[in-house]
């Protein structure tokens, strides 16, 4: 095991006194811990083998970490390609945190499929207003938010103002019957909803009309 970081990544580690071998993502050399620590190269991996650890509180807010597997995230990714039609010729929005397990998701999808991630800003994140200019101006095609940053664009006509974005995939909350009345039309919409568990995602779909609230499958098939 080793931690990849950068510089003053490495220096708050240090601090703690971590005997954990150390990867500076500028050079890529090893940098052994303070027991001198070498880097082993990893065994091979098994589909059984663990991707990433998350924590979330779930429904009981304890938080608790949820261990999710490789075959897990394969099979995530696959259901995706078959299920939402990613292409090459998709520009996707990539506006999750790395803390945050959508952005597994998200991320994952795009590459897969050979499209573009478009990385968001920042602002365009927190200010709902400017979130509509930035997707126009990217040319996005999927996008995959929390209903409540839909809300706070004020869009009106979302149709007519972003013809170019054919999926929207929303997650992370209950998506509100008036958010989806007013999305849907001209696209398909997706209702990316479901506990960490069913790695990232379990989810419904009806192309072209209001989603149901309630998901109804699972994207994360154990085989």
Not at 80 to 85: I, R, Y
Not at 148 to 167: H, K
Not at 175 to 200: C, F
Request: with cysteine; proline share 9%.
């Amino acid at each position: 095991m080793a931690v990849l970081t950068d510089q003053a990544g490495a220096g708050r580690l240090r601090a703690l006194g971590t005997t954990v071998p150390l990867l500076d993502i500028v050079d890529g050399d090893a940098r052994p811990g303070p027991a001198g620590m070498a880097v082993t190269e990893p065994a091979l991996l098994a589909p059984r083998h663990l991707a990433y650890l998350v924590y979330t509180s779930g429904t009981t807010g304890q938080p608790k970490g949820v261990m999710i597997e490789h075959r897990s995230i394969v099979n995530l990714v696959e259901g995706d390609l078959a299920t939402l039609g990613v292409t090459p010729h998709d520009r996707v929005a990539q506006n999750s945190s790395p803390a945050y397990d959508s952005s597994i998701e998200e991320t994952w999808f795009a590459l897969a499929a050979g499209a573009t991630l478009v990385v968001m800003d920042e602002d365009a994140v927190r200010l709902g207003p400017d979130l509509v200019a930035w997707l126009r101006r990217e040319r996005i095609t999927m996008f995959c938010p929390p209903p409540t940053l839909l809300r706070s664009t004020g869009c009106v006509d979302p149709a007519a103002t972003l013809p170019e974005l054919r999926l929207l995939h929303p997650g992370g909350e209950a998506l509100a019957p008036d958010v989806a009345d007013l999305w849907a039309p001209g696209r398909r919409l997706v209702n990316d909803y479901g506990p960490t568990e069913t790695t990232v995602t379990a989810w419904s779909s009806v192309p072209g009309s209001r989603m149901l609230p309630t998901p109804t499958c699972c994207a994360s098939r154990i085989r």
